[in-house]
T-cell receptor, first 113, second 115 residues
Framework: DQQVKQNSPSLSVQEGRISILNCDYT??????FLWYKKYPAEGPTFLIS?????DKNEDGRFTVFLNKSAKHLSLHIVPSQPGDSAVYFC????????????FGKGTLLTVNP | GAVVSQHPSRVICKSGTSVKIECRSL??????MFWYRQFPKQSLMLMAT?????????EQGVEKDKFLINHASLTLSTLTVTSAHPEDSSFYIC???????????FGPGTRLTVL
């Protein structure tokens, strides 16, 4: 049973436009959420996180939105750049930490010049 | 900073043999290390969590006698896949956290193919 779902396996966006990656979760006990970015042949790298006490966290071009009632979070990248092309994983943790994370399957983002 | 390496990056072995994968934190002391497995088009699945000097905690459904984890120092953890079978073929990734536990830093992964 997939507790963290990324229903779009891929997304293609034009450079300069907004990229919106979505993630849904089923376990209401999750209280910490993270986004990781992964390039081919490399391990995932941490991008941004949000605690369940917040509904928005922003870091430069990256903003994560959390809708607890809908058990949904999204990552907005604006403006998108070709270097953002990668697989993005959504992950969820318990106890307010990134310990024992549950990952989604990932979404491949392609930003076209 | 916060670099995690894995060795080897790719390994092919015969069925029935054992394979050891190393995970090292290069520039920080990893109090906790995690081992994940990823099958094609699937998510990263946590296999086990290990703290330096103590036994690993395995997730449900992961055989501890088959996947031996040793975390002998603050910079090194090893995963040994014993008596490997073709169904063990997968992508194995480790991650590590420092004393603050803020972020998991991931290694580049090891592609295991069992013939």
């Amino acid at each position: 049973d997939q507790q963290v779902k990324q229903n779009s396996p891929s997304l293609s966006v034009q450079e300069g436009r907004i990229s919106i990656l979505n993630c849904d979760y089923t376990n209401s006990m999750f209280d910490y959420f993270l986004w990781y970015k992964k390039y081919p042949a490399e391990g995932p790298t941490f991008l941004i996180s949000i605690s369940s006490i917040k509904d928005k966290n922003e870091d430069g071009r990256f903003t994560v939105f959390l809708n607890k009632s809908a058990k949904h979070l999204s990552l907005h990248i604006v403006p998108s750049q070709p270097g953002d092309s990668a697989v993005y994983f959504c992950a969820a943790g318990l106890g307010g930490s990134n310990y024992k994370l549950t990952f989604g399957k990932g979404t491949l983002l392609t930003v076209n010049p | 900073g916060a670099v995690v390496s894995q060795h080897p990056s790719r390994v092919i072995c015969k069925s029935g043999t054992s394979v050891k994968i190393e995970c090292r934190s290069l520039d920080f002391q990893a109090t906790t290390m995690f081992w994940y497995r990823q099958f094609p088009k699937q998510s990263l699945m946590l296999m086990a969590t290990s703290n330096e000097g103590s036994k690993a905690t395995y997730e449900q459904g992961v055989e501890k006698d088959k996947f031996l984890i040793n975390h002998a120092s603050l910079t090194l953890s090893t995963l040994t896949v014993t008596s490997a079978h073709p169904e063990d073929s997968s992508f194995y990734i480790c991650s590590a956290t420092g004393s603050t536990g803020d972020t998991q830093y991931f290694g580049p992964g090891t592609r295991l193919t069992v013939l």
